[in-house]
């Protein structure tokens, strides 16, 4: 029932900044982990960040503890994916996805994914 909507994605040079958002359905946004996978060419999907339902906690991979930032308008029904310092591994199509319970790392523990959106680095 909740419909999620991945925007921002490009081609971008190494070093360079996107901001993916995820425009979510729904009304009840607010009580949902929101998380942000992604799948790279030949590899399987990865967990990249979450975020609490109250956007006070959030947890990052390591490959981008750093460099990205996840965060949240609930006003907005939005979660979005700050990516810095782009690297050309970073390029993947990354899927944004919703728990309606307590925060995971796990891609099985999710209960609604988006369409993806491709992000490609490279000079």
């Known amino acids: 029932q909740v419909q999620l909507v991945e925007s921002g994605g490009g081609l971008v040079q190494p070093g360079d900044s996107l901001r993916l958002s995820c425009a979510a359905s729904g009304r009840t946004f607010s009580s949902y982990c929101m998380g942000w996978f992604r799948r790279a060419p030949g590899k399987e999907r990865e967990f990249v960040a979450r975020i609490s339902s109250g956007g006070s906690f959030t947890f990052y991979a390591d490959s981008v503890k750093g460099r990205f930032a996840i965060s949240r308008d609930n006003a907005k029904n939005t979660v979005y994916l700050q990516m810095n310092s782009l690297k050309p591994e970073d390029t993947a199509v990354y899927y944004c996805?919703?728990?309606?319970?307590?925060?995971?790392?796990?891609?099985?523990?999710?209960?609604?994914w988006g369409q993806g959106t491709q992000v490609t680095v490279s000079s």
């Open positions: 996805a919703a728990r309606a319970r307590t925060c995971s790392s796990s891609s099985a523990e999710y209960d609604y």
